[in-house]
Structure formats: structure tokens, C-alpha cells
């Protein structure tokens, strides 16, 4: 049994088109690292509520922060389990009948109990971890942060183990009887661009040039 | 009062940062409509779970659609709420500290129990609109559903009711005293972009003219 690509419970488990379920570490790691947020499904008061949610990787974690006074908060602290799941739309998929029309994407759903960071310097080289993973070298160039606003700012994380990968990528499939059907099919593909920087207007002359690299 | 731009619910105020909260139906309409989809958070088991979707609007109801034998299904079988959240990612928002670094976004919460839509003639008519929505025209010209296709297809709605929405846009928000910190500030603009469109490798000659606009 190839155990870098089972899935870890009944639970995490893609049922609907398994054949687009991966559970490969570096693919899970892979699109984690690719989407600029996710979504973190919480239960509060028995009902589902879904945040967009900035999140970054380190190892075999994923972490997340937000404001100290969060609703988040509110839900973690009952010990609430989360879904979080990350999602790249990478295009449509546009086939001859409407039944097999469909989307490229890539997708990851990650279940667990999230847990605070509390010690104050481990909180400030996890949050150091944040903005040096997107933007490399650019913490120690900040403005340190305060006691204050590390106070103000909740940390979490959980293991990357209750996870799965679903992807889907390539051309339509049509039913065979279909494929002369007089009408265009094809992929129209999407993707995240980064546009042109914008420096902020009270910006000190000479900063200019020191555009951060993305990475 | 600003009915218009008031929270339904305490439930769907938002909460955090409320004068990020908008609640306008124009707002929360557009947003709806330019996010290509959703992440729906549905209860299963005590538990969150968090759905890449596709969605689509009608009026003031949101639509979506999956295969009739999915989790989704299970979960909507047993009455249960979901939250339907679609999220646009606009950009990086650097600031001069951590703690002021941000994201521009546009974000929509819908709240609700789903309901099907389960007469054959009105599920048709309602991924008409799915696929014309995003392709004026498209529908007519695809190779008809078969009804095996519509029954294995579940269109579930809601009416837009309980709805927030949240959004950040512009420039970084630096301390006054952090303006003159020798770092570079300004928002790295972010957004979905649409490449060449990639006609399916079994398209039939003649065919390719026949590109479909998107909406």
C-alpha cells in the first residue's frame, strides 16, 4: 500500500470523484503554498460559519492569525475542531453538453483543533515566518511590533495530518457520441496576477526602489 | 435607519473591524457575482467541512449545484445550515510594521438552509442560467441533458437573507509615527486574470471560431 497516498481517516476520505483525490504530502504542502488564503469552516452555535483566512505553512503545520477579540477565538476556545481549505480556480472547463462542464482547480481540505501560540517570541518568529514566506527579508526591515500588538494578535495552527488534496486539470471529456456537437469546448483558462506595485501615497521619497519580491 | 445597510441578524453582523461590514444588496450581489465560486461550510457529524463551489445568482437567491449522491446531500438531508462564503482576493496590503499589514479582498457571507430544486422542467432552467450566466447564449447551443443527467444533478438554493459582506480596499494604514520608517509601503495589486482560451484537443475543424464570451 502506497501510504504517501492513502487518506489518513474515513473522515478526510474525498468520496464524490475519487480519482481527483490526492494525498501526497508535497502535492497537500504544494497547493497550501500556492493559495494566498484559504477558508476556515468553524461551528458556532451548531451552525457553520466560513472566514477567509490568511494562512501560511511551516513544516508539516499550517498556521493562521487574527485579531485576539475574533469570533475564531470564540470558537476555539470550546476546543472547536476546523476545516480549513485552500483553493487555487485555474479555469473553465467548457465541454458540449452542460453535465460534463467543469472547472480546473486545485484544493485542500484540512481538519483539526487548532492550537494558540502563546509564548511571545515564539509569536513574533511565526508571524516572521508569515510575511518572510510571501515577501523574503522583509520583516527584519519592519517596524519591530510591540508587546502590544503581539498581545492583540492570536496565532493559531494545527499538524497537516487530516488532509487530502482534489484537483482536477486538462481538457473537457465529453461522451463520445457528443464530440461532433457543433459547438466550441474547450478550457478557458484563469489565474492570480499580480498587477502593477502601488507605492502608499505618504510613501518617503528614495523607498521606491525597494519594492519587495514576491515570493 | 439605512434598512439597506443594516445586519439581518446578530448572527451575520460582522463583527470584527464592523466598519469593514457592508450589507447592501447591490454590494453583496456583485461580489456574488464576480467571485467564480464559493466555500460552503456545512455541519457534518458535529463537525465543519468546508466545499470548493460553484455558485451562481439569481435575483436574491443563490444557486449551486453537485452530484445528487454527494456529502452535500447528506448534510442538506438532515435540514442542515450552511454558510456560503464567496471571497475575491485583491492584493497585498504592505505597511510600514506586521501588525498593519493587510489584504484588499471583497468577501460575502451567506447564511441559510438550502432547499432543492427538484422538478425536472426548473432544474433545467436553473443550470440554463448557470451556464448563460457565465456564457450569454451557451445553453441552446450545447447538446441537450439527458434526464439521467438532471436526476444524477442535485440544484440546491437559498434566498439571500441573512448576508454580510466585508471588503478592504486602498492604500496601507501606517501609525503616524511609522511613516517615515525605510521600508517600502503600497499594495501589491492581486486578481484573477483569464488566459488564451485552449480549444479541446478533439475539437472538430470550423469550430474554433465559435469561442464563447464570458461574462
Redesign the interface.
Known amino acids: 500500500m502506497d501510504t504517501e497516498n492513502s487518506a489518513p481517516s474515513s473522515?478526510s476520505r474525498v468520496?464524490?470523484m475519487p480519482k481527483r483525490g490526492v494525498y501526497r504530502r508535497e502535492t497537500i504542502h504544494a497547493i497550501l503554498d500556492a493559495a494566498?488564503?484559504c477558508?476556515?469552516?468553524?461551528?458556532i452555535?451548531?451552525?457553520?460559519?466560513?472566514?477567509?483566512t490568511?494562512h501560511w505553512r511551516e513544516g508539516d503545520a499550517v498556521y493562521w492569525h487574527?485579531?485576539a477579540?475574533?469570533?475564531m477565538l470564540e470558537a476555539n476556545e470550546a476546543g472547536g475542531?476546523?476545516?480549513?481549505?485552500a483553493?487555487l480556480?485555474d479555469?473553465?472547463v467548457?465541454a458540449?453538453?452542460?453535465?460534463h462542464?467543469s472547472?480546473n482547480?486545485r484544493?485542500v481540505?484540512c481538519?483539526g483543533t487548532p492550537r494558540a501560540v502563546t509564548d511571545p517570541a515564539e509569536k513574533e518568529a511565526a508571524?516572521?515566518g508569515f510575511?518572510d514566506g510571501?515577501?523574503p527579508g522583509?520583516?527584519a526591515?519592519?517596524?519591530?511590533?510591540?508587546r502590544q500588538?503581539l498581545k492583540?494578535?492570536l496565532v493559531l495552527w494545527m499538524p497537516i495530518e487530516e488532509a487530502s488534496a482534489k484537483l482536477r486539470a486538462g481538457?473537457?471529456i465529453?461522451e463520445p457520441e457528443?464530440?461532433?456537437?457543433?459547438?466550441?469546448?474547450?478550457?478557458?483558462?484563469?489565474?492570480?496576477?499580480?498587477?502593477?506595485?502601488?507605492?502608499?501615497?505618504?510613501?518617503?521619497p528614495g523607498?521606491?526602489e525597494?519594492?519587495?519580491v514576491?515570493r
Open positions: 473522515f468520496r464524490r494566498p488564503f477558508h476556515i469552516g468553524h461551528v452555535g451548531g451552525r457553520p460559519v466560513v472566514i477567509p490568511l487574527g485579531n477579540a475574533s469570533r475542531e476546523v476545516c480549513l481549505t483553493s480556480f479555469g473553465w467548457l458540449r453538453s452542460g453535465f462542464h472547472v482547480y484544493s481540505m481538519f508571524l516572521a510575511i510571501r515577501f522583509r520583516w526591515r519592519l517596524r519591530p511590533p510591540t500588538e492583540a494578535t481538457p473537457p465529453d457528443d464530440l461532433a456537437w457543433p459547438v466550441w469546448a474547450g478550457v478557458l483558462p484563469v489565474g492570480l496576477v499580480a498587477g502593477a506595485a502601488e507605492p502608499a501615497p505618504d510613501l518617503k523607498l521606491n525597494e519594492l519587495p514576491t
